[in-house]
């Protein structure tokens, strides 16, 4: 392998499952895997900021494995019809923005790249230090982990914002360095078997909305890899646990840290060597 190890990570989608992209982290760092750009989406956006805001990755296992995800998630249907999610996402915000001690781009340690995408348009919308140097990192976090139905579209000047994961692999696989670095992408992948979900009873619509969200975040995970860009793109299958699953236990957070880290482990030095 190359002396010089250099590349983009792009921690992409996962929703909950973030304690994957920490076990990424941690096989990055073992393998000595340099890089000053790195890309966050959905549950991504949260392992990444936290990264480029200097916490050491013992410190953000920790968030990951011992936070209930649980308080951030509302059930209001009429936030829904007002604003699209069940939650506001307000919570999940000020919870992030606690932990970056209120940093915005300009302050991090590491050149971050946050992915949303502007459902008005259909286009992803990038947050980073030279595009939006003054504005809070965990604002992005929030725009960039919008799960339709669960977090309230958010506008953003002209845009209007959702979750970047529903976006095409090709809004990703760009030269964020803008000096050629090869990027390399870490998707979570999910076998989901699904115990069935009872619609009846005297509140059908709440039950209802549990399954569009659970179909719809299932969907995207089960997205194909365009062939193009197999050669730099690593999948970490989580097996059935869900993105939308905010009642993990810390065994099961635990063990999606593993999975991350030991696919990682056995599939970066194939990667790297062939993109550098």
């Known amino acids: 392998m190359s002396e010089t190890k250099k590349v983009v990570p792009i921690f992409a989608g996962g929703g909950t499952r973030l304690p994957a992209h920490v076990g990424i982290l941690q096989a990055l760092d073992e393998f000595d895997i ?43 249907l009429i936030k829904l019809i007002r604003n699209g999610g069940l939650s ?7 919870w992030v923005d606690r932990l970056l001690g209120g940093r915005t781009f300009r302050d991090l340690k590491y050149n971050l790249h946050i992915v949303a995408t502007d ?44 979750d970047g994961s529903i976006l095409s692999e090709d809004a990703l696989h760009r030269d964020w360095a803008r000096d050629g670095t090869p990027v ?3 998707r979570l992948k999910g076998d989901y078997e699904y115990d069935e979900v009872e619609t009846k009873g005297f509140f059908p619509i709440v039950n209802y909305i ?22 730099n793109t690593v999948v970490v299958n989580t097996g059935s646990s869900s993105a939308v699953d905010f009642t993990m236990t ?3 957070k635990e063990a999606l840290f593993y999975k991350g880290y030991h696919t990682a482990c056995k599939i970066l030095p194939i990667k790297v060597k062939a993109l550098i």
Not at 88 to 94: C, L, T
Not at 128 to 133: H, I, L
Not at 219 to 225: M, N, P, Q, V
């Open 119 to 162: 459902v008005a348009r259909g286009k992803p919308v990038i947050f980073n230090k030279e595009r939006t140097p003054g504005l809070k990192v965990s604002m992005a976090v929030r725009f960039s982990m919008s799960i339709p139905l669960v977090f309230s579209f958010k506008t953003f000047g002209k845009h209007l914002m959702v």
């Open 88 to 94: 506001s996402g307000d919570v999940f915000e000020r």
């Open 250 to 252: 810390v065994a099961q």
């Open 34 to 76: 340099n890089f000053d750009h790195l890309v966050g989406v959905s549950g991504g956006s949260i392992v990444s900021s936290l990264y480029a805001a200097g916490l050491s990755i013992q410190e953000i296992k920790h968030i990951a494995l011992n936070t209930d995800y649980n308080q951030f998630r509302e059930f209001s």
């Open 210 to 231: 549990s399954l569009l969200i659970r179909t719809f975040m299932t969907t995207i995970s089960r997205e194909y890899i365009n062939d193009a860009f197999w050669h």
């Open 184 to 186: 390399l992408c870490f």
